[in-house]
Every structure is written in C-alpha cells, then in structure tokens.
C-alpha cells in the first residue's frame, strides 16, 4: 500500500513539474507573439489613409 501511494506521489509531482514548464513556454510565446503584433499594428497605423 505504501510502494503505491509513494509511486503515486511521485507521477503527480512529475506531471506538475511538465505542466508548469509547458505553461511558462506558452505563456513567453504568446507574449512574444502580442508584443510583435502589436509593433506591427502600431508602425501600420502611418500608412492609412482617410
């Protein structure tokens, strides 16, 4: 009983430790990705014309 829970404890605490590093990859890449198209939209906004 005691081998499980120890088994047990340690898959949990692997999969926290993937989907804390997952999290914090898609995170900086969404950032990244805001911040670029925000740029773009802003150094577009010159060459419209009304």
């Given at each position: 009983?005691?081998e499980?829970i120890?088994?047990t ?7 926290s430790i993937?989907?804390?590093v997952?999290?914090?990859v898609?995170g ?23």
């Amino acid at each position: 009983m005691d081998e499980r829970i120890y088994k047990t404890m340690g898959r949990s605490g692997a999969l926290s430790i993937v989907l804390g590093v997952v999290s914090i990859v898609v995170g900086l890449t969404s950032g990244v990705m805001l911040l670029i198209s925000g740029g773009r939209l802003l150094t577009g906004k010159s060459k419209i014309l009304f």
